[in-house]
């Protein structure tokens, strides 16, 4: 049971790699209203996958229900 290795802090300078604040930060993959366009899409695509199949069934049961064919 020896003792804790201590670490260092690595000298950036020494090593090439600039820090100073006039770096421009990274910019974004995509535009701010192309990542809300692709999220808006997504949910209309998943709300459409989710509720299609349960309005089909409903459109189906109500023409299909013995209540229309009622001879009056």
Request: hydrophobic residues 45%; proline residues 7%.
């Given at each position: 049971?020896?003792s804790?290795?201590q670490?260092?802090?690595?000298?950036?300078?020494?090593?090439?790699i600039?820090?100073?604040?006039?770096?421009?930060?990274?910019?974004?993959?995509?535009?701010?209203?192309?990542?809300?366009?692709?999220?808006?899409?997504?949910?209309?695509?998943?709300?459409?996958?989710?509720?299609?199949?349960?309005?089909?069934?409903?459109?189906?049961?109500?023409?299909?229900?013995?209540?229309?064919?009622?001879?009056?």
């Amino acid at each position: 049971m020896g003792s804790m290795p201590q670490f260092t802090t690595v000298n950036l300078e020494m090593e090439g790699i600039s820090t100073s604040m006039d770096t421009l930060p990274p910019k974004h993959v995509l535009e701010i209203w192309a990542i809300l366009l692709v999220i808006l899409a997504t949910v209309v695509v998943m709300t459409t996958l989710l509720a299609g199949p349960a309005v089909g069934l409903i459109l189906y049961r109500v023409r299909t229900s013995p209540g229309r064919h009622q001879n009056c």
